[in-house]
């Protein structure tokens, strides 16, 4: 007979959220703190997680079953941590922690081998910290020296990039080295066993390895790293506040740094980083023949003789697209409808126009030359398509987020920002409608707008190379943005991205949470703190605080009411 003993379990009861203690039997006897379990609650068989020793006072029902490792303990802190942050049951994060299927035996973990094949005078120059880099240059240099640096430390080295083709292909190079790796995406049992380096996507920053050495994560800024569905968590925050209680180091690269991975720290930048932006080629169509087609007559000049060498994908063509937003255009002068308070562009709003914010509902009309023709300028991808192959004479591949990635594709590749992960080099890549990027309802248009330049720019080479160019299409060429592609710098845009978040009280200067759903109003007829602010929104509600633990004070203290309800804390 074993000791008696009890347990916590949090159960996968999104709507229960404290630990309820069980006794463990004969048959459970293994089960450890984070491993995943099987109990009777109110007579349901409900799955759980061990997450702590309980008490044996009371009549205390046993654990119906043990159903292998889960989380290891200590990451168990770091999890109820994010559970707070992000407004979130614990089961939530304690899932994403946790196997697709039972896993009840361990492999046993390599030791980290020095690496081979490597010019170590090179690799070892990025010191921990915020690095910008270009977006051609090759972070591999970064990633081996992170190694180095990490390999006498204990735990795994963490290394994240934005999806999991690159993670594939990055693995691949890093075992050419002679790293011992394991997918954070697939391998969740090498993860746990603690592997010296693990590579994947966003949910690879909650890998189950005891203990981190060092993290590094590409392109930091990547909206890829924050979770649309609820709880929101991104990346960048789990990794500092792992990092921070491992005592790790932590690298990050970004091509257009935003003010949340600044925080008030020094970042450092690569020398010579505007030669490795692509080549840009602006074409105003404002100045355009009105006669012209989707493909300014630059584009498709760029287009034909890209089709003349011998790139298997010559041209890329790249729709963005804005969601319910729909830019408006005057059909006589060419300027887009803009908001006069904002400069957010307007929207249609019943028989009248106004931007997201609705700052100021206004007739249909030009404000620039008083014209009251307004045309639409956007157009779907199936669409887009037929148009293109009609002006280049060429077949189209169609590329979305659905496409089946197993079809081969044709030369010429139309498609939403998908492409990226389809396209791996190409000679032009023309944005159709760059508006729609520095036109965005979002705070983060302008790094939305250089990060997807500096992808495209990843295709087709940097401007030193002279292999390929990228073609904005556009009606705003005195943007600044486009200005600052141009030149290849961009520390004025990053200085004003900063100013905005200081001054409107964005992250990490402020914190906010979005609230919709069918019960977002009466949540937030509940919401009584001095320390919020909130302001209706045409999907719901938005709070506002002065940092965020004010705010996640405030929402947790307030009781969740029946009906569907999304908090989305930044």
Not at 196 to 205: D, E, K, L, Y
Not at 373 to 394: I, P
Not at 423 to 438: A, E, K
């Amino acid at each position: 007979m074993h000791d008696r003993r009890a347990v916590q379990v949090v159960t996968d009861v999104a709507a229960l959220a404290r630990a309820f203690d069980y006794e463990v039997t004969e048959s459970t006897k293994q089960v450890g703190i984070g491993d995943r379990v099987r109990v009777n609650l109110n007579n349901r068989s409900v799955r759980g997680w061990v997450v702590g020793e309980g008490s044996l006072e009371g009549d205390l029902k046993p654990l119906s079953k043990w159903l292998g490792y889960g989380p290891p303990a200590s990451l168990l802190g770091l999890l109820a941590w994010a559970s707070e942050r992000w407004c979130a049951p614990l089961s939530r994060f304690l899932i994403a922690a946790s196997p697709s299927r039972v896993v009840s035996d361990l492999p046993v973990a390599p030791e980290p081998v020095a690496l081979t094949g490597s010019n170590q005078s090179e690799e070892l120059t990025y010191e921990p910290g915020v690095w910008q880099l270009a977006p051609t240059t090759d972070p591999l240099a970064l990633i081996l020296g992170a190694y180095e640096l990490c390999r006498e430390r204990p735990g795994s080295l963490l290394v994240l990039v934005p999806t999991e083709s690159w993670a594939r292909r990055l693995r691949g190079r890093l075992e050419q080295r002679g790293c011992a790796v394991a997918s954070g995406d697939h391998e969740w049992d090498r993860s746990r066993a603690g592997w010296p380096v693990i590579v994947g996507s966003r949910g690879t920053a909650l890998a189950p390895t005891a203990l981190i050495s060092g993290a590094v994560i590409i392109d930091a800024d990547d909206e890829a790293y924050r979770s649309e569905s609820t709880p929101t968590w991104d990346a960048i925050t789990m990794l500092r506040e792992r990092c921070f209680r491992d005592s790790a180091p932590l690298w990050a690269t970004t091509i257009f740094p935003s003010p949340l991975l600044l925080d008030d720290k020094p970042i450092q930048i690569e020398s010579d980083v505007a030669s490795g932006w692509p080549a840009l080629t602006v074409v105003d169509r404002r100045q355009g023949d009105p006669h012209d087609g989707i493909l300014t007559r630059e584009a498709v000049e760029a287009a034909h003789q890209a089709l003349a060498g011998d790139e298997p994908v010559a041209v890329v063509v790249i729709l963005q697209r804005l969601g319910t937003g729909r830019l408006f255009a005057c059909a006589k002068c060419g300027e887009l409808a803009c908001c006069s308070s904002c400069g957010q562009a307007e929207e249609e709003v019943g028989d009248k126009i106004a931007c997201a914010q609705r700052h100021e509902e206004r007739p249909k009309f030009c404000q620039h030359c008083g014209a009251t023709n307004l045309k639409r300028v956007r157009v779907g991808v199936t669409t887009l398509a037929r148009d293109v192959s009609l002006q280049l004479s060429q077949a189209v591949s169609e590329v979305s987020a659905t496409t089946d990635p197993q079809i081969a594709l044709e030369r010429v590749v139309v498609g939403t920002e998908a492409v990226w992960q389809r396209v791996r080099r190409s000679t032009v890549v023309i944005f159709i409608d760059f508006d729609q990027y520095l036109l965005a309802p979002r705070d983060s248009a302008r790094r939305a707008a250089v990060t997807a330049v500096g992808k495209a720019g990843r295709l087709v080479g940097a401007r030193r190379e002279a292999r390929g160019v990228v073609v904005l299409q556009t009606r705003r060429g005195e943007d600044p943005v486009v200005r600052a592609l141009a030149a290849g710098t961009f520390g004025d845009l990053v200085e004003a991205d900063l100013a905005e978040a200081k001054l409107l009280g964005l992250a990490p200067y402020g914190a906010r949470c979005e609230i919709s759903g069918e019960a977002a109003g009466d949540f937030v007829a509940a919401l009584t703190s001095p320390d919020c602010q909130i302001s209706a929104t045409p999907t719901g509600y938005v709070v506002r605080a002065r940092d965020v633990a004010t705010l996640t004070s405030a929402l947790h203290a307030v009781p969740r009411p029946a009906g569907r309800l999304r908090l989305a804390v930044e």
